[in-house]
């Protein structure tokens, strides 16, 4: 059975930084293109960021500057940092393996807070 198990954010202060791993079992990471994606209150499940096998990094504009991805195929992991949250970016924050899209995470809530 496949799993992807997305662990890190809860409650961060504004302009703070924190990092979204995305652990995989019953495949190898290592085979696929993996992706986060963000779903704020009420909005569609939106792409952020993918790295392809090759380690190949593309990101909406915002992102760039703020945040990135990266991957471990060792620990079979993607991660996402994000640095200088702000108000705005509260959401559930999802990984996916594979483009077209084969597998997703359960989702991962990010809180925007003072």
């Known amino acids: 059975q496949v799993q992807l198990v997305e662990s890190g954010g809860g409650l961060v202060q504004p302009g703070g930084s924190l990092t979204l791993s995305c652990v995989a079992s019953?495949?190898?990471?290592?085979?696929?293109?993996m992706a986060w994606f963000r779903q704020a209150p009420g909005e569609e499940r939106e792409f952020i960021a993918r790295?392809?096998?090759?380690?190949?990094?593309n990101s909406v504009d915002s992102e760039r500057g703020q945040f990135s991805i990266s991957r471990d195929n060792n620990k079979n992991t993607v991660y996402r940092q994000i640095q200088r949250l702000k108000p705005e970016d509260p959401a559930v924050y999802f990984c996916r393996a594979g483009d077209p899209p084969q597998y997703w995470g359960q989702g991962r809530q990010v809180t925007v807070s003072s």
């Open positions: 019953g495949i190898s990471i290592s085979n696929y293109l």
């Open positions: 790295i392809s096998n090759w380690a190949t990094r």
